[in-house]
């Protein structure tokens, strides 16, 4: 049996602050893309999260990473790769 070294509140802000990183992050990427007007779809675990809110909402689970598809197209990047980056 595996023994926690972070329980009580401490461990409920942290599973809640890992859930706001992953949704920050989502939010970020979907803000930039539509500034930039860029054709974007959200798919994987976060697409099934969507729907899933729509019909059950005490069944929605989240996950670690966001995944975009992004139509092809042709940018000129520059050095600085940090422009296109999510934190």
């Known amino acids: ?7 009580g509140e401490e461990l ?3 599973m809640e602050r890992a859930v ?3 949704n920050e992050r989502l939010r970020k990427t979907v803000r930039i893309l ?3 007007k860029v054709p974007y779809a959200v798919v994987g675990g976060h697409a099934v999260r969507a729907w899933v809110a729509q019909v059950d909402e005490t069944a929605v689970r989240t ?3 966001a995944d975009i598809l992004i139509r092809s197209i042709i940018v000129g990047l520059n050095d600085s790769r ?3 980056e999510c934190d």
């Open 34 to 36: 539509e500034e930039a």
């Open 1 to 7: 049996m595996t023994e926690f070294t972070v329980t």
């Open 12 to 14: 409920w802000t942290r």
């Open 82 to 84: 940090k422009d296109y």
């Open 20 to 22: 706001e990183k992953v």
């Open 63 to 65: 996950t670690r990473d």
